[in-house]
Protein backbone atom coordinates (compact mmCIF):
# COMPACT_ATOMS: atom_id res chain seq x y z
CA UNK A 1 0.00 0.00 0.00
CA UNK A 2 1.52 3.41 -1.23
CA UNK A 3 1.09 6.85 0.71
CA UNK A 4 -1.71 7.71 -1.15
CA UNK A 5 -3.60 4.90 -0.25
CA UNK A 6 -2.43 4.89 3.26
CA UNK A 7 -3.81 8.44 3.31
CA UNK A 8 -7.10 7.58 1.77
CA UNK A 9 -7.44 4.67 4.63
CA UNK A 10 -6.63 7.05 6.97
CA UNK A 11 -9.38 9.52 6.15
CA UNK A 12 -11.82 6.47 5.32
CA UNK A 13 -11.68 6.05 9.02
CA UNK A 14 -13.69 9.22 9.94
CA UNK A 15 -16.64 6.82 8.79
CA UNK A 16 -16.00 5.28 12.52
CA UNK A 17 -14.36 8.55 14.67
CA UNK A 18 -15.96 10.40 17.09
CA UNK A 19 -13.56 13.26 17.14
CA UNK A 20 -14.79 14.67 12.93
CA UNK A 21 -18.64 14.32 14.48
CA UNK A 22 -17.62 15.93 17.69
CA UNK A 23 -16.59 18.91 15.79
CA UNK A 24 -18.25 19.66 13.20
CA UNK A 25 -21.27 18.80 15.74
CA UNK A 26 -20.57 21.61 17.58
CA UNK A 27 -18.85 24.28 14.97
CA UNK A 28 -21.50 23.71 12.20
CA UNK A 29 -24.49 22.07 13.25
CA UNK A 30 -25.60 23.85 16.66
CA UNK A 31 -24.43 21.10 18.89
CA UNK A 32 -26.83 18.67 17.23
CA UNK A 33 -26.43 15.67 14.56
CA UNK A 34 -29.40 13.50 12.95
CA UNK A 35 -28.74 10.25 11.05
CA UNK A 36 -29.77 11.45 8.24
CA UNK A 37 -27.15 13.79 8.23
CA UNK A 38 -24.21 11.64 10.05
CA UNK A 39 -25.26 8.83 6.93
CA UNK A 40 -24.58 11.95 4.18
CA UNK A 41 -21.29 13.01 5.48
CA UNK A 42 -20.53 9.25 5.83
CA UNK A 43 -21.37 9.19 1.98
CA UNK A 44 -19.58 11.82 0.95
CA UNK A 45 -16.51 11.49 2.98
CA UNK A 46 -16.55 7.60 1.40
CA UNK A 47 -16.99 8.45 -2.60
CA UNK A 48 -14.55 11.03 -1.97
CA UNK A 49 -11.89 8.76 -0.63
CA UNK A 50 -13.25 6.39 -3.97
CA UNK A 51 -12.53 9.28 -5.85
CA UNK A 52 -8.81 9.59 -4.84
CA UNK A 53 -9.43 12.76 -3.52
CA UNK A 54 -6.44 14.76 -0.57
CA UNK A 55 -7.76 15.50 2.71
CA UNK A 56 -8.19 19.03 1.54
CA UNK A 57 -10.57 18.68 -1.54
CA UNK A 58 -12.62 16.52 0.34
CA UNK A 59 -12.90 19.13 2.97
CA UNK A 60 -14.05 21.24 0.12
CA UNK A 61 -16.61 18.26 -1.08
CA UNK A 62 -18.02 18.56 2.18
CA UNK A 63 -18.33 22.28 2.61
CA UNK A 64 -20.09 22.73 -0.73
CA UNK A 65 -22.41 19.91 0.31
CA UNK A 66 -22.97 21.49 3.68
CA UNK A 67 -24.00 25.00 1.41
CA UNK A 68 -26.01 23.67 -1.19
CA UNK A 69 -28.31 21.72 0.51
CA UNK A 70 -28.36 24.30 3.47
CA UNK A 71 -26.65 22.02 6.29
CA UNK A 72 -29.27 18.99 5.75
CA UNK A 73 -26.40 17.22 4.01
CA UNK A 74 -29.65 15.69 1.69
CA UNK A 75 -29.89 15.64 -1.75
CA UNK A 76 -32.41 18.04 -3.38
CA UNK A 77 -34.61 19.14 -5.72
CA UNK A 78 -34.01 22.74 -7.45
CA UNK A 79 -36.22 25.31 -6.36
CA UNK A 80 -38.83 25.62 -8.67
CA UNK A 81 -37.89 22.20 -10.40
CA UNK A 82 -35.85 25.40 -12.78
CA UNK A 83 -39.24 26.82 -14.39
CA UNK A 84 -37.49 30.29 -15.10
CA UNK A 85 -34.76 28.36 -16.98
CA UNK A 86 -34.30 26.77 -20.38
CA UNK A 87 -33.47 23.25 -18.70
CA UNK A 88 -36.47 23.70 -16.82
CA UNK A 89 -39.13 23.96 -18.90
CA UNK A 90 -40.62 22.89 -22.32
CA UNK A 91 -40.75 24.91 -25.18
CA UNK A 92 -42.78 24.78 -28.34
CA UNK A 93 -41.79 24.81 -32.06
CA UNK A 94 -44.15 25.63 -34.64
CA UNK A 95 -45.78 22.38 -35.10
CA UNK A 96 -46.55 21.89 -31.91
CA UNK A 97 -44.04 19.62 -30.29
CA UNK A 98 -42.68 20.12 -27.17
CA UNK A 99 -38.88 20.19 -26.83
CA UNK A 100 -36.34 21.09 -24.15
CA UNK A 101 -32.81 22.06 -25.35
CA UNK A 102 -30.07 19.28 -24.00
CA UNK A 103 -27.19 21.35 -22.77
CA UNK A 104 -26.25 25.12 -22.29
CA UNK A 105 -25.28 25.76 -25.66
CA UNK A 106 -28.87 25.20 -27.08
CA UNK A 107 -27.38 23.49 -30.35
CA UNK A 108 -29.58 20.67 -29.94
CA UNK A 109 -32.63 19.28 -28.43
CA UNK A 110 -34.86 16.36 -27.41
CA UNK A 111 -38.42 16.49 -27.41
CA UNK A 112 -41.22 15.26 -25.09
CA UNK A 113 -41.97 12.35 -27.17
CA UNK A 114 -38.11 11.03 -26.89
CA UNK A 115 -38.01 11.75 -23.14
CA UNK A 116 -40.22 12.89 -21.04
CA UNK A 117 -38.37 14.45 -18.53
CA UNK A 118 -36.80 17.81 -17.54
CA UNK A 119 -33.05 18.18 -16.16
CA UNK A 120 -33.52 20.37 -13.38
CA UNK A 121 -31.02 20.73 -10.81
CA UNK A 122 -30.76 17.52 -8.51
CA UNK A 123 -28.37 16.56 -5.76
CA UNK A 124 -25.61 17.63 -3.05
CA UNK A 125 -24.76 20.08 -5.78
CA UNK A 126 -27.11 20.99 -8.60
CA UNK A 127 -26.74 19.16 -11.84
CA UNK A 128 -28.77 20.14 -14.61
CA UNK A 129 -29.00 19.70 -18.34
CA UNK A 130 -29.46 16.55 -20.42
CA UNK A 131 -26.14 15.80 -21.62
CA UNK A 132 -24.87 16.36 -18.47
CA UNK A 133 -27.39 13.96 -16.51
CA UNK A 134 -26.34 11.56 -19.07
CA UNK A 135 -22.44 12.20 -19.06
CA UNK A 136 -22.93 11.60 -15.19
CA UNK A 137 -25.03 8.54 -15.33
CA UNK A 138 -21.83 6.81 -17.58
CA UNK A 139 -19.87 8.09 -15.03
CA UNK A 140 -21.52 6.85 -11.59
CA UNK A 141 -23.49 3.82 -13.05
CA UNK A 142 -26.67 4.88 -12.99
CA UNK A 143 -29.27 5.64 -15.82
CA UNK A 144 -29.82 9.24 -15.10
CA UNK A 145 -31.57 9.97 -18.39
CA UNK A 146 -34.53 7.71 -18.39
CA UNK A 147 -34.23 8.36 -14.29
CA UNK A 148 -33.26 11.25 -13.38
CA UNK A 149 -34.25 11.20 -10.21
CA UNK A 150 -32.11 8.61 -9.82
CA UNK A 151 -29.54 11.73 -9.10
CA UNK A 152 -31.55 12.65 -5.28
CA UNK A 153 -30.65 9.54 -4.03
CA UNK A 154 -27.74 9.55 -1.50
CA UNK A 155 -25.39 7.05 -2.85
CA UNK A 156 -25.67 8.23 -6.18
CA UNK A 157 -25.66 11.72 -5.38
CA UNK A 158 -22.32 11.51 -3.19
CA UNK A 159 -21.12 9.84 -6.22
CA UNK A 160 -21.84 12.79 -8.30
CA UNK A 161 -20.43 15.25 -6.38
CA UNK A 162 -17.41 13.75 -5.47
CA UNK A 163 -16.18 12.83 -9.53
CA UNK A 164 -17.98 16.18 -10.42
CA UNK A 165 -15.89 18.66 -8.79
CA UNK A 166 -12.73 16.11 -9.21
CA UNK A 167 -13.11 16.66 -13.14
CA UNK A 168 -15.17 19.46 -13.34
CA UNK A 169 -18.46 18.78 -14.95
CA UNK A 170 -19.97 21.64 -13.51
CA UNK A 171 -18.16 24.95 -14.47
CA UNK A 172 -15.23 23.69 -16.43
CA UNK A 173 -13.15 23.87 -12.90
CA UNK A 174 -11.82 21.50 -11.30
CA UNK A 175 -10.89 20.57 -7.26
CA UNK A 176 -6.54 20.39 -8.56
CA UNK A 177 -7.09 23.73 -9.74
CA UNK A 178 -6.94 25.15 -6.49
CA UNK A 179 -6.08 22.56 -3.82
CA UNK A 180 -3.38 19.79 -4.22
CA UNK A 181 -1.18 18.61 -1.93
CA UNK A 182 1.17 21.97 -2.12
CA UNK A 183 -1.32 24.35 -2.30
CA UNK A 184 -4.91 24.86 -1.05
CA UNK A 185 -6.98 27.72 -2.36
CA UNK A 186 -10.61 27.59 -0.94
CA UNK A 187 -12.11 31.10 -1.88
CA UNK A 188 -11.04 30.08 -5.55
CA UNK A 189 -12.30 26.79 -5.00
CA UNK A 190 -15.92 28.27 -5.44
CA UNK A 191 -15.14 28.63 -9.11
CA UNK A 192 -15.56 25.48 -9.42
CA UNK A 193 -19.19 25.45 -8.48
CA UNK A 194 -20.57 28.70 -9.02
CA UNK A 195 -18.16 31.58 -9.86
CA UNK A 196 -17.04 33.64 -6.79
CA UNK A 197 -21.24 33.13 -4.46
CA UNK A 198 -20.55 33.38 -1.32
CA UNK A 199 -16.97 31.98 -1.69
CA UNK A 200 -15.70 33.35 1.58
CA UNK A 201 -18.22 31.67 3.46
CA UNK A 202 -17.86 28.23 2.06
CA UNK A 203 -14.37 28.51 2.29
CA UNK A 204 -14.59 28.66 6.38
CA UNK A 205 -17.02 25.83 6.44
CA UNK A 206 -13.80 23.73 4.26
CA UNK A 207 -11.41 25.29 7.13
CA UNK A 208 -13.63 23.77 9.79
CA UNK A 209 -14.19 20.05 7.89
CA UNK A 210 -10.36 20.34 7.20
CA UNK A 211 -9.52 20.24 11.19
CA UNK A 212 -12.13 17.59 12.16
CA UNK A 213 -10.32 15.48 9.23
CA UNK A 214 -7.39 15.87 10.84
CA UNK A 215 -8.64 14.59 14.00
CA UNK A 216 -8.87 11.40 12.47
Same mark, same amino acid.
Given at each position: ?17 ? $?FFAHIR ?44 ? =? !? ?37 ? !? ?15 ? !? ?6 ? /?????? /??LVTQPD??TQPETA???? /? ?10 ? =? ?13 ? $? ?20 ? !???? $??
Open positions: MNETQLAQQSIAQTLANS $AEKLFSGSLNQSQVDGLNLLVLSSVEQGLNLQQIAYVLATAYHETA =R !TIKPLEEYGKGKNYDYGKWQINSNGVKYCFKDGSRSSVY !TQDECPHLFYGRGFVQL !TWRNNYAK /AGAKVG /ADLAAKII /ACGMAEGWFTGK =RLADYITDSRCDYVA $ARRIVNGTDKADLIAGYARIFE !TALN $AV
